[in-house]
């Protein structure tokens, strides 16, 4: 099975702040790595998927790259609605979660 | 549009077995994959399995001696069915529809593993 390493596990950040999340699989999962969203007692919600194309609704601040086994998402300028739980997910070969981010307000 | 919803037992005792539904909407089971995943409470998330539009199954390695995910796609329904239960299978249980087209996932339904 194909695992999935996310960090940090925790980010403090302040509204306008640039951040930065980071996957690394256990091997090469060919561009197959959505990014999540989730708020506290919600479903999560899809941000980013296939490693760089955006959710439709989703604000052009989050965006994604990268290739072969290193992934990150990126939020250019956070606002107060972005504090939240990120996670990556690989479906190149079934599918596994990153462990998570907590993103919350320095 | 399309929705799924999750239902079941709220409280199963250990060693029982969880058997959970996942009613859809909005699209046919013929045509799309129906995954399961959960997330312990304050925990990350974890794939348990797919069904995909065709019956086949995958289930995690993890979880594979104790899950079982089927469907009845006249009833637009998903099954899964996970056997030996512990306390560390409390977790809120979602099914979601996740592929290019879109994300959809259900609101879930939290199981609690408890004498």
């Known amino acids: 099975d194909i695992q999935m390493t996310q960090s940090p596990s925790f980010l403090s950040a302040s509204v306008g702040d640039r951040v930065t999340i980071n996957c690394k699989a256990s091997?090469?999962?060919?561009?197959?790595l959505n990014w999540y969203q989730q708020k506290l007692g919600e479903a999560p919600k899809r941000l980013i998927y296939?490693?760089?194309n955006l959710q439709t609704g989703i604000p052009s601040r989050f965006s994604g790259s990268g290739s072969g086994t290193d992934y990150t998402l990126t939020i250019s300028s956070l606002q107060p609605e972005d504090f939240a739980t990120y996670f990556c997910?690989?479906?190149?070969?079934?599918?596994?979660f990153g462990g998570g981010t907590k993103l919350e307000l320095k | 549009q399309v929705q799924l919803k999750e239902s079941g037992p709220g409280l199963v005792q250990p060693s029982q077995t969880l058997s959970l539904t996942c009613t859809v909407a909005?699209?046919?089971?013929?045509?799309?994959?129906v995954h399961w995943v959960r997330q312990p409470p304050g925990k990350g998330l974890e794939w348990m399995g797919v069904?995909?539009?065709?019956?086949?199954?995958r289930y995690n390695s993890a979880l594979k001696s104790r899950l079982s995910i089927s469907k009845d796609t006249s009833k637009s329904q998903v099954f899964l069915k996970m056997n030996s239960l512990q306390t560390e299978d409390t977790a809120t249980y979602y099914c979601?529809?996740?592929?290019?087209?879109?994300?959809?996932w259900g609101q879930g339904v939290m199981v609690t593993v408890s004498s």
């Open positions: 069904i995909w539009n065709t019956g086949g199954t």
């Open positions: 909005g699209f046919s089971l013929t045509s799309y994959n």
């Open positions: 091997q090469n999962i060919n561009k197959y």
């Open positions: 997910l690989q479906h190149n070969s079934f599918r596994t």
């Open positions: 296939n490693t760089n």
């Open positions: 979601a529809r996740s592929n290019w087209e879109g994300d959809y």
